[in-house]
Structure formats: structure tokens, C-alpha cells
């Protein structure tokens, strides 16, 4: 019988001479566009400064571009690099089946690889395309949550393996090494859940997953085995549902976009808050109390009134909502250190209670949503029941993506630079990836870059 891993790895060899359908390629340009806009304004963050200068001590010179830095690395260096770039500030892509984010650990390594066995713009977007099908295919296979490193590395085995050709047989070894070597090992066993998800750099293991994927590929190239029955795994995974209908299901075109810098979690809480304070000319002075109604998924987050850090704000709701109460949505668009450990934020953060509701739990996670009630001025105020902006039910046009990047990247970028990445992006959809290439490498961007 053939397995799992050999179905997956029997799809991408043949997806490698399947044309792309004008939806699928549209779906990955939009998922590009988005991934470019979360590298570009994440680059200053306190975690990718991190891993910019770990990678340079531990993979040394190399060819491959670190985005946006002039600098360059190895293929490893630059993949884990970019991707920690890519999700730093928690506004790359997600999806919704799986529970996780595709984009910041697929793309940035599709991008490496292409460069390095000289692929077409086409080539590239097949990769990711198929990318996204397998690692998402297989996180919306599990029987119980696991963060994205789990998964992402299967979807990026899948498209470094279509860009390089890499034969079936050591392209499900690749697989199974990847899926054995994957971080965040703990939920492989199935175990009790941590009773809090911190909020910190390591990012659910996403820039990270994708070393351990393309290291596992070329482990496998070079003879390298793994256990090629693990995701036949009863116990772990509905095994059926990866296969079946694969390459059918277009997941790269079901993901949600990110419009604030924090967990998909805090979202619809911001937007019913700043919703309720517009309409009911709620000063931030004024609030008494803000409880927030929502479902299990939210209540794991570690929602310190007083976070952590500058990561752990992105998975505190009570915090996010004290501080778009105050400096409204643009603070968490991008998200800055400026707003760390700030006690005005902090004691309205302490003013916000979370609950469980019954009829939101029941519709998650298939959806986001919250209620959210404020007291303020001897007043009552109660929303509708809120979803998060951008889901995949109601996706943004190509030019609210292109708003999200100006928006996302006006400390990090100049105008200038703006309309430049924008326009590679514009001569990637007509088959030139050279220009995005260049704008990877020759820009400089950070703090300082773009006018006061």
C-alpha cells in the first residue's frame, strides 16, 4: 500500500508540469504581496535582529539576500532570517482550517530556493501554490491543535522539493524527516495542552520549521531516512483527509489577511471595541470596564494586563484594547517597542475581564468572534457579535493589500521604497521576478528609513 508521505510526495513530482489555474496564481501573488508587507515592516523587530546575527555566526557567508538589510547568508541563514522577519509582527497570513500560519514559513523559503536553481516567476508561484496545499492539508488533518512549526515544514518540503525536481522517493524521506524533526515537539505525543500560550519570539517554531524542512530535503538528496509512516498515525492524524482531494482544494486561496499586529485571537475584540468607542463617543479616560465575551482559542492566550516584552503584546487582548483605546487602530499597524510597558495602556488593561460564551465558543474555530460590553461614564454599551477584518469568506482587493503594506511599513519605509517593492511585486505578476529579487537585496529598510 502506498502511504501518506508517498501520496504527498507522488503529488508534488507531478504537480511540477501542471499549469496553474489564473485563480491559483492570482491567490499566490495576493499571498506574496501580503508576505512582503509583514517582512518589510517586521525587519526592526527584536526577534529578527536576533536571528540576523545568530544566523550570520552559525551559517556564515553565502549568496542568499537577508531582505532588506543589504546583508547576505547561506540558503539556511537566509531562509530562517527572512521567515523570522515575515512573522514577527503577527500580520502574516493565516488559515483558518488549519489553525496556523503557511505564508511566513513557505514563502521566504520558496523565494531561496528559487534562487538557487534559477526558477521562473511561474515556477515560483507553483511552489508556493502546492506549498500551501500540502502543509495546510496536513495541519487541518490533525485530531488535536498544533502550533504551525508542527505542520509548516511539510508545505515547505513540498515546494522546495517541486523547485529543485527532487525525485518521489527521497522527497518522501524529506517528509518524514521534516515531520520528525519538526519543533514543538511536545503536541507531537498528544499531550495535555500548556495551559497558556506565551507570546514570544520563537513564534510557534515558524522560522525555525522551515530550517529543519529544507535541512530534512537535503538529507534525504544525500541518503538521509525518516519515519515514513508518521502520518499514519491514527491516533494523530486523519490520514484520509490529506490525500484525498489533494491539489483540488486550493487552500492558498482560503486564507485570512491581518490588519493589526497581534494574534488573530485579539482582533475582533479591537475592531468591537474601537467600533463602540466611535459610536458612542467613548473616551479612553472614561471606561470603567470592558469585558470581552469570546471562545476557548482566545482564552489560552496568556492576556497579561501587563505583558511581557514586546512580542507578548501581540497575545494579550486586554492589553491590545488599552492600547487602541488610547492611540487608536494605527498603534498596532505596525505594532512599535514604543508601546511597551506603558502603565497608562496597562491600567485600562486591568479594567478588561474575558468570559466564555456558550454560542461563540460553539462556532469556533471555524470563526473568530467576540461581544464586547463597555462601561464608561455610568453607561452600558454592548456590540454585535464581531469577526476579525479580512477573512477568507470576505477577502481584501489588491489594493486594500497594497494600502496594508504602506500602512505596515511607513516607519520601516520611505515612500520611495514603498513604490518600488509595490512595483516588483506588479512585474512578478507579469512573469518578472527579477525585479523583487533586486528590491530584496538592494533595499535598506528600518527605523530612519521612512520621514518622521
Given at each position: 500500500?502506498?502511504?501518506?508521505?508517498?501520496?504527498?510526495?507522488?503529488?508534488?513530482?507531478?504537480?511540477?508540469?501542471?499549469?496553474?489555474?489564473?485563480?491559483?496564481?492570482?491567490?499566490?501573488?495576493?499571498?506574496?504581496?501580503?508576505?512582503?508587507?509583514?517582512?518589510?515592516?517586521?525587519?526592526?523587530?527584536?526577534?529578527?535582529?536576533?536571528?540576523?546575527?545568530?544566523?550570520?555566526?552559525?551559517?556564515?557567508?553565502?549568496?542568499?539576500?537577508?531582505?532588506?538589510?543589504?546583508?547576505?547568508?547561506?540558503?539556511?541563514?537566509?531562509?530562517?532570517?527572512?521567515?523570522?522577519?515575515?512573522?514577527?509582527?503577527?500580520?502574516?497570513?493565516?488559515?483558518?482550517?488549519?489553525?496556523?500560519?503557511?505564508?511566513?514559513?513557505?514563502?521566504?523559503?520558496?523565494?531561496?530556493?528559487?534562487?538557487?536553481?534559477?526558477?521562473?516567476?511561474?515556477?515560483?508561484?507553483?511552489?508556493?501554490?502546492?506549498?500551501?496545499?500540502?502543509?495546510?492539508?496536513?495541519?487541518?488533518a490533525r485530531r488535536f491543535y498544533a502550533n504551525t512549526g508542527m505542520w509548516s515544514g511539510y508545505g515547505v518540503v513540498?515546494?522546495?522539493?517541486?523547485?529543485?525536481?527532487?525525485?518521489?522517493?527521497?522527497?518522501?524521506?524529506?517528509?518524514?524527516?521534516?515531520?520528525?524533526?519538526?519543533?514543538?515537539?511536545?503536541?507531537?505525543?498528544?499531550?495535555?495542552?500548556?495551559?497558556?500560550?506565551?507570546?514570544?519570539?520563537?513564534?510557534?517554531?515558524?522560522?525555525?520549521?522551515?530550517?529543519?524542512?529544507?535541512?530534512?530535503?537535503?538529507?534525504?538528496?544525500?541518503?538521509?531516512?525518516?519515519?515514513?509512516?508518521?502520518?499514519?498515525?491514527?491516533?494523530?492524524?486523519?490520514?484520509?483527509?490529506?490525500?484525498?482531494?489533494?491539489?483540488?482544494?486550493?487552500?492558498?486561496?482560503?486564507?485570512?489577511?491581518?490588519?493589526?499586529?497581534?494574534?488573530?485571537?485579539?482582533?475582533?475584540?479591537?475592531?468591537?471595541?474601537?467600533?463602540?468607542?466611535?459610536?458612542?463617543?467613548?473616551?479612553?479616560?472614561?471606561?470603567?470596564?470592558?469585558?470581552?465575551?469570546?471562545?476557548?482559542?482566545?482564552?489560552?492566550?496568556?492576556?497579561?494586563?501587563?505583558?511581557?516584552?514586546?512580542?507578548?503584546?501581540?497575545?494579550?487582548?486586554?492589553?491590545?484594547?488599552?492600547?487602541?483605546?488610547?492611540?487608536?487602530?494605527?498603534?498596532?499597524?505596525?505594532?512599535?517597542?514604543?508601546?511597551?510597558?506603558?502603565?497608562?495602556?496597562?491600567?485600562?488593561?486591568?479594567?478588561?475581564?474575558?468570559?466564555?460564551?456558550?454560542?461563540?465558543?460553539?462556532?469556533?474555530?471555524?470563526?473568530?468572534?467576540?461581544?464586547?460590553?463597555?462601561?464608561?461614564?455610568?453607561?452600558?454599551?454592548?456590540?454585535?457579535?464581531?469577526?476579525?477584518?479580512?477573512?477568507?469568506?470576505?477577502?481584501?482587493?489588491?489594493?486594500?493589500?497594497?494600502?496594508?503594506?504602506?500602512?505596515?511599513?511607513?516607519?520601516?519605509?520611505?515612500?520611495?521604497?514603498?513604490?518600488?517593492?509595490?512595483?516588483?511585486?506588479?512585474?512578478?505578476?507579469?512573469?518578472?521576478?527579477?525585479?523583487?529579487?533586486?528590491?530584496?537585496?538592494?533595499?535598506?529598510?528600518?527605523?530612519?528609513?521612512?520621514?518622521?
Open positions: 500500500m502506498t502511504g501518506t508521505i508517498e501520496a504527498l510526495a507522488a503529488y508534488v513530482h507531478a504537480a511540477r508540469t501542471v499549469p496553474l489555474s489564473a485563480e491559483a496564481r492570482e491567490a499566490a501573488l495576493r499571498s506574496v504581496l501580503d508576505l512582503v508587507a509583514a517582512a518589510a515592516s517586521g525587519i526592526d523587530a527584536p526577534g529578527p535582529r536576533a536571528v540576523r546575527l545568530a544566523a550570520s555566526a552559525l551559517h556564515g557567508a553565502g549568496d542568499h539576500p537577508i531582505w532588506f538589510t543589504g546583508g547576505r547568508s547561506s540558503l539556511l541563514g537566509a531562509v530562517w532570517a527572512n521567515g523570522a522577519a515575515a512573522a514577527a509582527l503577527d500580520i502574516d497570513d493565516g488559515h483558518r482550517i488549519a489553525r496556523g500560519h503557511p505564508g511566513a514559513a513557505i514563502i521566504p523559503a520558496a523565494f531561496a530556493v528559487a534562487r538557487q536553481v534559477g526558477a521562473s516567476a511561474d515556477d515560483l508561484l507553483r511552489a508556493i501554490v502546492v506549498g500551501y496545499e500540502v502543509g495546510v492539508a496536513v495541519g487541518a513540498a515546494a522546495a522539493g517541486l523547485l529543485k525536481g527532487t525525485p518521489p522517493g527521497q522527497l518522501a524521506q524529506a517528509f518524514a524527516i521534516a515531520g520528525a524533526s519538526a519543533p514543538n515537539q511536545l503536541h507531537a505525543g498528544a499531550g495535555p495542552a500548556f495551559p497558556a500560550l506565551e507570546g514570544t519570539d520563537v513564534k510557534e517554531g515558524i522560522p525555525w520549521s522551515s530550517v529543519t524542512a529544507v535541512s530534512a530535503l537535503a538529507l534525504a538528496e544525500n541518503g538521509h531516512g525518516g519515519p515514513l509512516a508518521l502520518l499514519d498515525t491514527d491516533s494523530h492524524f486523519r490520514s484520509a483527509e490529506i490525500v484525498d482531494g489533494l491539489g483540488s482544494r486550493l487552500y492558498i486561496a482560503r486564507s485570512y489577511f491581518k490588519f493589526l499586529c497581534c494574534c488573530r485571537h485579539v482582533h475582533a475584540p479591537v475592531e468591537a471595541l474601537l467600533d463602540l468607542m466611535a459610536g458612542h463617543d467613548i473616551a479612553a479616560d472614561a471606561i470603567e470596564r470592558i469585558v470581552v465575551d469570546s471562545y476557548s482559542g482566545a482564552l489560552r492566550l496568556t492576556n497579561r494586563p501587563d505583558p511581557q516584552g514586546f512580542t507578548e503584546i501581540q497575545f494579550s487582548i486586554p492589553y491590545c484594547l488599552g492600547l487602541v483605546a488610547l492611540h487608536g487602530r494605527e498603534a498596532l499597524l505596525p505594532l512599535t517597542e514604543a508601546f511597551v510597558e506603558r502603565p497608562e495602556i496597562v491600567a485600562i488593561a486591568r479594567k478588561v475581564s474575558l468570559r466564555l460564551d456558550p454560542e461563540i465558543e460553539a462556532r469556533f474555530p471555524a470563526e473568530t468572534l467576540t461581544r464586547v460590553t463597555v462601561e464608561a461614564a455610568g453607561r452600558r454599551h454592548v456590540s454585535e457579535i464581531t469577526g476579525p477584518r479580512g477573512e477568507a469568506s470576505t477577502p481584501p482587493s489588491w489594493r486594500e493589500l497594497e494600502e496594508k503594506l504602506r500602512i505596515a511599513t511607513r516607519r520601516t519605509a520611505s515612500e520611495e521604497q514603498q513604490d518600488r517593492l509595490l512595483g516588483a511585486v506588479d512585474a512578478l505578476r507579469k512573469g518578472n521576478l527579477g525585479p523583487l529579487a533586486a528590491a530584496f537585496h538592494e533595499l535598506r529598510l528600518g527605523a530612519g528609513t521612512a520621514p518622521a
